[in-house]
């Protein structure tokens, strides 16, 4: 049971965006009655996962206690959260509970809908079914990629909004690399069946990913969305959406298969009055403030605003957040925004990296010179990148409260002007 029925700050999920929060508001007032709420008990790194399944990361690296990331001066309610009463301003949880507060920050990530696919669930983590998008997981996917010598290997992507869109493609990229490597990929008939129309949402960044495609002789297929896995008899079925609209279903076979699930607000954003009609929080895309709630904000993968749902998106968005609930407090006066940036590091070889950076609109946003490391361009500069600084940029860095190239740089009116 909570210590305090009442909270100045109450956060709800302390993931990547509840952690970083809590940590850039600490950072700037260190008086502030934080508290936390979240049942797990492990916090998960989890865009190390796609390393995992590369062979490059144990899956242990990307794993700590709660405890351990929760900011000192924060207070964790390991607790799940039932329902909101906004007008009372108060969260109820599962247990009846309730918390009261004088801002809330709701971010407690998004859902993998596993049971959207039938028969994934019974299959996952057999038969040669696998997916990235889970700690478990990851490492049967290089046990698979290591031990497959000759068949079909499928790799899908559902319908859009889901978190690193990236993250399917990268699974196929470091698949093909090892097998490429291992001379196997003659024998081995990589697809990519995406519930899409396109391979990545920024234009400037797919000539560099074709490449990759070519090389590795990858088929790509468009419009087709994942419905339904045999394990046993090792086929999938996929609905095939026509260019008049129509559709068919198709039955493929396969050796290897990646799945990423379609992916959906949690249930206890979709049914409250905070989210908007696709179930998503319901936020101004600059200030991140809810629109009907001023003393509500949110971030992470939640939030129904059009930017990339990754680690890198929480980052920037943890200070933006941060400053403009200590402006809702009275205690800052100018209120920030948020301009939609993104990252996605996209795997395209075991050493080789294309890392796509954008805000709103699809508008290239790089961190760094051209001449240093232009992102459209595989590098090994981006890998050394991904493998060796973001995790501890992420650790000691975004978690600690720490805003290294995240600190606000615009005012909302500025961002509107």
């Known amino acids: 049971m909570p210590a305090a029925t009442q909270h100045t700050v109450l956060i709800v999920g302390a993931g990547a965006a509840g952690i970083a929060v809590a940590s850039s508001l600490l950072a700037r007032d260190r008086s502030l009655d934080i508290a936390l709420i979240d049942p797990a008990d492990v916090h998960y790194y989890q865009p190390g996962w796609t390393m995992v399944g590369g062979g490059i990361f144990k899956a242990a690296s990307t794993a700590r206690t709660m405890t351990s990331t929760i900011p000192s001066g924060g207070r964790w309610i390991k607790a799940a959260v039932s329902r909101f009463e906004p007008e009372a301003r108060k969260v109820i949880l599962s247990d009846g509970h309730e918390i009261g507060y004088r801002q809330l920050i709701i971010c407690p990530g998004l859902k993998l809908d596993w049971q959207a696919i039938e028969g994934l669930e019974e299959t996952l983590g057999r038969n040669g079914v696998t997916s990235n998008y889970r700690y478990d997981l990851a490492p049967y996917t290089w046990e698979l990629v290591q ?134 929080l319901d936020v101004d895309p600059a200030t991140l403030r809810h629109r009907t709630f001023g003393d509500i904000h949110g971030l992470g993968d939640v939030l129904n605003t059009t930017n990339a749902k990754t680690a890198a998106a929480a980052r920037k968005q943890a200070p933006v957040v941060a400053n403009n609930v200590m402006v809702a407090l009275g205690r800052l006066s100018k209120v920030m925004a948020y301009d939609g940036y993104g990252s996605c590091p996209l795997t395209v070889a075991r050493g080789k990296i294309v890392l796509a950076e954008f805000t709103y609109g699809g508008k290239l946003a790089p961190s760094f010179p051209s001449w240093l490391l232009d992102g459209r361009k595989p590098t090994r500069l981006a890998w050394w990148l991904k493998e060796r600084v973001l995790p501890p940029l992420y650790w000691w860095g975004m978690l600690k409260g720490r805003e290294w190239l995240a600190k606000p740089t615009q005012t909302a009116q500025e961002a509107r002007s």
Not at 150 to 162: K, S, Y
Not at 229 to 257: K, Y
């Open 147 to 280: 031990s497959l010598r000759e068949g079909r290997a499928l790799f899908t992507q559902p319908p859009m909004p889901i978190k690193c869109a990236g993250a399917p493609q990268k699974a196929m990229y470091l698949s093909c690399d090892h097998w490429l490597r291992k001379q196997r990929l003659g024998s081995i008939r990589a697809q990519f069946f995406n519930a899409g129309a396109l391979l990545f949402g920024v234009a400037d960044y797919v000539p560099a990913l074709m490449e990759y495609v070519e090389r590795y002789g990858i088929d790509l297929n468009y419009s087709h969305r994942l419905v339904a896995v045999d394990g046993p008899n090792q086929r999938a079925t996929f609905i095939r959406t026509l260019p008049d609209g129509s559709s068919e279903t198709l039955t493929e076979a396969f050796d290897m298969l990646h799945v990423v699930p379609p992916q959906v607000a949690p249930e206890f954003i979709r049914n409250s009055s905070l989210a908007d009609a696709g179930g998503w």
